[in-house]
């Protein structure tokens, strides 16, 4: 049974395991029926949609085909036509541009290798797009030069945009592509996509590509058969023109013909006479030569006549200029020893000693003015006076002449009267000088010979676009005979041996000369014993063309009726001429203040003018340094606005002058200049310093800090001593009933001081206890918010180089004097303090005679005096050494080159300044300047000519040769101080 039962079971087992597989078999079986029909599925529908791709793409192809034909046929028909190039041009963008879709897009049409843009489209106007382009240049030239399109993606941003009334953008996809004919690229078409491109757009280009170069070819083939046709018509009618013009011409010949057979017979008739006339004809023409010889003789005998009279003023030219030179010599040593012994600074002389070395001073001015006289009239005679025309206002013009003439008047008991009349103008344009000058002279002759009565000058219209000045007088007369001689030179209305009357007789000529070089005339009328009328005429605009040759002046002065007689006088072009400064000269009130501007730019002076009168100064105008120095000397202006650049001096020169001038040195004088000379300015005396353009509120705070000054009558003065005993002497020495002195021993108090108070000036020692004068100067300079007053240096010792540099840098405002003596102490103080001398104590006023004569800027100064003449040796240092200056003595340029040289071995010999005469033998002053400026050693010294000549243009030739200044001799000893002061270095 257990047998049986394992048997059962391993049947059973075996059933099982059967079943299993067979089970197994069944599952895969139908696994591989399901696997089967999908894969059949998917296939079927691979095939259904490869076939639906197959049918697409067919029916695609057919219809790009169809776009294709379609878009050539039309192309085909767009470009069709008798058309130019640019029309197919245009036309073609256009359709191309609405069939393909681009934005943008230009034609260019070659030529010869050589392609020239025809036609744009979606190109704004200012675009930067080439006109031409040879092949291989650039991407279009490539593309003619392949002939193969090129698609280019993806354009950078600054690349050409697209414009249209809404905006621009660029392209970002780019097609160039070439049109041809015959194989041949004539053509390239530039297309500017803003989307990708099709490839259809690029199949259909190359299809167009013959047919649009094919119709590009056939218009230029068109153009150049209108052209040809055009030149062949033209050149029809041209031959037509022609060939009707021969057929005239023809016809004119041929009467011509039959003319000329008669005048053949004419003229044998005419022969037979011609031959007698020129038998006749050689006979005139032997005279004519003789004639032509005679006159080339006399040609050269006046030429050589001319030279002989050219020669002949160089002559005289040199003669003068010699005899100048001769006579000026021992007249500048008279001058200048009788000014010193006149000026009895040793207070050794009587007083009749003194009178008797002013006449010999005032002898030598009058033989001064006969040279000058002569000298005046040969340059005239030479013709090396030049008229230098400007705007003058008359009424400043008759102010002037009344201030010069009316002390004249009273003196003599003779009335004075100056006419304006109405009608004349308010300006005038002519030389002030030269005008001047014969006025001048017109009326000292009027006064010389009128001994009681009335000298009258009346200004008048004198017909259209005249002036007359008529200088008219009651005294003695000029007889009619004598009215012929009185204007040759040396011709005198009283010319007896027993004379009454003085002078030279060369004024009425000058006057004459000068009136025809202003192109005016001088008219004389006159009865004896009754008084006499001269009348000078000018033109209100002077016109150099207008002047009448010295050669064409009548023998005789005109009467002034014969002058009103001329009919035809010459008129002047009128021109705009800039009214002068008016000012306030002829109406001042001196109970107000009063301003006096020096400046020679007009503009710049009525601004100046025009905001003083705003703050309530009067004003006057002075354009040179002259008139600055007598207008000054004159009104005594309560103060001054200086310019430097003047044109007869430098301002540093006026400045220098009024303030070593007892009656002017206490104006308070502010400096405004286009050059920068503020550390002179200031250190000669003036209150401020302002360099050109200044602004106007920068103007209005000088002026209003002026009347500040002006209005305060107490000065104070800081006195910085540590020794209280000096400090108490400098304050006794200083003190006036206006002067208040105030004194510290520290620095530290005088830092005190200057934060609690306000002082005129400072007085300061450089050795205090707390710290040194130098350093207390260093914190004051820093002090940006405040300013300081000027300070007058006053140590026992003296200053090295370095501590007077160190000193100077620290600020523009300190004025360092290096002051050794009470005398010069008081002198600087008052100076700065603008005090009025003659309001001083008399021991002041003593003490201040006193310094005067020892000068700080020249004490201990070296000058090198170049002269071949001792007198003018001992003249020159007879008024330098007396004032603190070491004098070196050179006898020639040379001489003068061999002192500088020894002098650059020693630092104590160094030379400050030259005075060189120009004439001296061996070298002359002017190479010798020359010479001593190509040395780098002496390229900053000061060089000061002298000269006795004074002939033309001598002042330029100093200037040139290398000179600071110039100065004519005879010598003006306050002149030739002045440039000494200006031009010493500090």
Not at 250 to 258: D, F, H, S, T, Y
Not at 453 to 466: F, N
Not at 787 to 799: A, E, K, Q, R
Not at 956 to 982: F, H, Q, T, W
Request: include cysteine; aromatic fraction near 4%.
């Amino acid at each position: 049974m257990a047998a049986i039962r394992r048997q059962i079971e391993v049947m059973n087992t075996e059933e099982v395991r059967q079943r299993s597989l067979r089970l197994e078999e069944m599952a895969s079986a139908s696994r591989g029926a399901v696997s089967s029909s999908i894969i059949a599925g998917l296939i079927g529908s691979i095939l259904t949609i490869a076939i639906f791709l197959i049918v697409q793409r067919n029916a695609a192809i057919k219809a790009r085909q169809e776009w294709l034909r379609a878009g050539q046929l039309e192309l085909a028909d767009v470009i069709r036509g008798d058309k130019g190039v640019e029309q197919i041009g245009e036309e073609a963008l256009a359709f191309l541009a609405a069939y393909l879709g681009f934005q943008a897009g230009a034609l260019f049409k070659g030529d010869g290798g050589h392609f020239r843009r025809v036609a744009t489209l979606g190109v704004p106007a200012d675009g930067a797009m080439p006109r031409s382009f040879s092949l291989g240049d650039g991407l279009l030239g490539q593309v003619a030069n392949s002939g193969a399109p090129m698609v280019i993606n993806d354009l950078p941003d600054d690349y050409l945009t697209i414009g249209s009334a809404f905006g621009r953008s660029q392209p970002r996809h780019l097609v160039i592509a070439p049109t041809t004919a015959d194989g041949l690229v004539n053509g390239v078409i530039e297309l500017g996509f803003l989307d990708p491109v099709p490839a259809r757009t690029l199949e259909f280009l190359a299809g167009s590509a013959d047919s649009l170069g094919i119709a590009l070819r056939s218009a230029r083939f068109r153009t150049r058969l209108q052209d040809a046709l055009e030149e062949t018509q033209r050149q029809k009618a041209e031959l037509q023109a022609q060939s009707e013009e021969l057929r005239v011409s023809n016809e004119e010949l041929e009467e011509q013909g039959r003319a000329l057979k008669e005048s053949q017979v004419r003229l044998e008739q005419q022969q037979v006479e011609l031959e007698q006339t020129n038998s006749e004809l050689e006979e005139q023409a032997q005279r004519l030569e003789m004639q032509r010889t005679l006159l080339e003789q006399s040609a050269a005998s006046l030429e050589s006549k001319a030279q002989e009279l050219a020669q002949a003023s160089q002559y005289k030219s040199d003669f003068l200029a010699n005899m100048s030179h001769e006579l000026r010599t021992p007249l500048n040593s008279l001058l200048i020893l009788s000014k010193l012994l006149g000026d009895n600074a040793d207070g050794n002389l009587s007083p009749d000693q003194v009178q008797f070395a002013r006449t010999i001073q005032s002898s030598g001015n009058d033989l001064l003015m006969l040279i000058n006289d002569i000298l005046d009239l040969s340059k005239i005679e030479a013709g090396h006076v030049k008229i230098q025309s400007e705007p003058l206002a008359l009424q400043r013009l008759v102010g002037d002449l009344r201030q010069i003439f009316a002390p004249v008047a009273d003196q003599r008991g003779v009335e004075l009267e100056l006419v304006v009349r109405p009608g004349v103008p308010a300006a005038i344009e002519t030389d002030r000088l030269r005008l001047e000058q014969v006025l001048r002279n017109l009326l000292s002759n009027a006064f010389k010979f009128t001994e009681s009565g009335t000298v009258r000058l009346e200004i008048a219209p004198a017909g259209e676009g005249q002036v007359a000045f008529a200088v008219t007088d009651t005294g003695i007369g000029i007889s009619p005979e004598q009215q012929e001689a009185i204007f040759g030179a040396f011709q005198q209305a009283d010319s007896a041996i027993s004379r009454k009357y003085g002078g030279t007789g060369l004024g009425l000529s000058i006057s004459r000369e000068l009136a025809r070089l202003l192109g005016g005339t001088i008219a004389l009328v006159s009865t004896v014993g009754k008084g006499s009328t001269f009348t000078l005429t000018l033109p209100e605009f002077y016109d150099a063309a207008a002047v009448v040759p010295a050669a064409a002046l009548p023998t005789t002065p005109q009467t002034a009726d014969a002058a009103a007689m001329t009919p035809d006088a010459p008129r002047l072009a009128p021109r705009r001429v800039s009214n002068a400064v008016a000012d306030d000269r002829d109406r001042l009130d001196r109970s107000r203040r009063l301003l006096l501007v020096v400046e020679d730019d007009v503009p710049f002076a009525q601004i100046v003018r025009d905001l003083s009168q705003e703050m309530n100064f009067q004003c006057i105008v002075a354009g040179s340094a002259e008139e600055a120095i007598h207008l000054a000397d004159l009104h005594r202006p309560s103060a001054i606005v200086l310019d430097l650049g003047l044109p007869d001096q430098s301002g540093l020169t006026v400045l220098d002058r009024l303030k070593h001038e007892d009656q002017t040195r206490h104006i308070p004088i502010h400096v405004i200049s286009a050059s920068d000379h503020a550390q002179t300015a200031l250190a000669l005396g003036a209150v401020g310093y302002h360099v050109k353009p200044i602004r106007r509120e920068d103007l209005a705070d000088v002026l209003g800090k002026l009347q500040d000054q002006l209005a305060t009558r107490l000065r104070r003065v800081l006195i910085v001593e540590d020794d209280a005993v000096q400090r108490d002497a400098v304050s006794r020495l200083l003190w006036t009933g206006d002067v208040e002195t105030v004194g510290v021993g520290t620095a530290a108090e005088c830092l005190e001081k200057l934060d609690q108070q306000t002082f005129d000036c400072m007085v300061l020692d450089l050795t205090l206890p707390d710290r040194s004068g130098m350093e207390l100067l260093e914190i004051l300079s820093r002090n940006e918010e405040k300013s300081f007053p000027p300070v007058i240096v006053y140590t026992g010792h003296d200053l090295s180089a370095e501590e007077e540099q160190r000193l100077r840098r620290l600020s523009s405002s300190i004025i360092i004097k290096g002051a050794k003596s009470p005398e010069r102490l008081l002198d600087e103080v008052t100076l700065f303090l603008h005090k009025v001398v003659s309001e001083l104590p008399p021991e002041q006023q003593r003490m201040l005679q006193k310094a005067r004569f020892r000068d700080a800027v020249l004490e201990g100064r070296r000058i090198l005096i170049v002269e071949d003449d001792v007198r003018n040796v001992y003249s020159l240092s007879s008024v330098l050494e007396p004032r603190g200056a070491k004098i070196a003595i050179a006898r020639n340029g040379r001489e003068a080159i061999e002192a500088l040289d020894a002098s650059a071995a020693h630092a104590a010999d160094a030379i400050d300044l030259v005075l060189m005469d120009v004439m001296m033998p061996v070298m002359d002053g002017l190479s010798a300047a020359r010479e001593i400026r190509g040395d780098p050693r002496w390229k900053n010294l000061p060089i000061v000519m002298l000269t006795a000549k004074a002939m033309p243009d001598d002042q330029e030739k100093c200037l040139a040769a290398g000179a600071n200044d110039y100065m004519a001799k005879p010598i003006d000893v306050d002149k030739l101080l002045s440039l000494v002061r200006v031009w010493m270095p500090r």
